[in-house]
Each structure stands twice: as C-alpha cells, then as structure tokens.
C-alpha cells in the first residue's frame, strides 16, 4: 500500500466515525425526548383522567357520555400518546444501534489496515 492509499483508508475510517457519532447524536435527545413527555405529559394525563371521571372507564365504557365532550376527548388523547412514545422510543435505539454498528465496521476497517501499515513501515 502506498502512503496515499494508507491516508485515503484513514479518511475513510473518520468519516464512518463521524456518521456514527451523528446517528448516536441524534438518538440519544429522541430517547430522552420521550422519558421526558412520558412522565410530564402522559402520565399526569392518565393521573387527572382517572381523578376527574370515577365513573367511567379508559377503555370507553361506563354510563352515557352523550354532551361530555371533556371526557369523550379524553381518552382520544391518552390512546395516540403512546403510538408517539414508541416511535420516539424506537427511533432513538434505532439511531444509537445503527451508530455503534458504523463505528464497529470503522474499527473493523481501522484493525484490516494495521497489517498494510505495518508492513509499509517496515519496508522503509
């Protein structure tokens, strides 16, 4: 291996570092993100929910609701929160694996050139 092709297969190798370090980035605020509206948004919602209406179930039962617009849109609202928090949630381990996947293949890629290198040096 020339010096050139040494210096070409370490750019390599940082810009795969990079491109994981990013995905990572990016996952861990989703993740957090999550937590975050799962314990000040939802669970307060649920909380608030069942203090307000005793007589009624989450799932829609209980007696008629006909003109309780509160307790009709209530559970709308608790049954999309956790489609949102799963996504979040996916998506941030989904970016973080995908981060530590780019960086193990660069110290793959870094561990395949270690032979090359040494042998270049030694030639000298």
Do not use: C
């Not at 999309?80 to 998506?91: A, T």
């Not at 960086?103 to 090359?116: D, G, H, S, Y």
Request: net charge negative.
């Amino acid at each position: 291996m020339t010096p050139e092709d040494i210096l070409e297969g370490m750019g390599t190798i940082k810009r795969m570092l990079t491109v994981g370090t990013v995905f990572a980035a990016v996952g861990y605020p989703l993740g957090g993100a999550a937590l975050f509206l799962e314990f000040t948004q939802f669970h307060p919602l649920i909380d608030s929910s069942f203090v307000q209406h005793t007589g009624y179930s989450i799932a829609g039962g209980g007696a008629d609701r006909a003109g309780m617009a509160a307790l009709n849109g209530d559970p709308a609202t608790i049954h999309k929160f956790p489609s949102l928090l799963l996504w979040m949630k996916l998506g941030g381990i989904a970016h973080i694996l995908v981060g530590i996947s780019v960086a193990l293949a660069a110290i793959v890629r870094t561990l395949t050139m270690v032979p090359a290198r040494l042998g270049y040096e030694f030639d000298d």
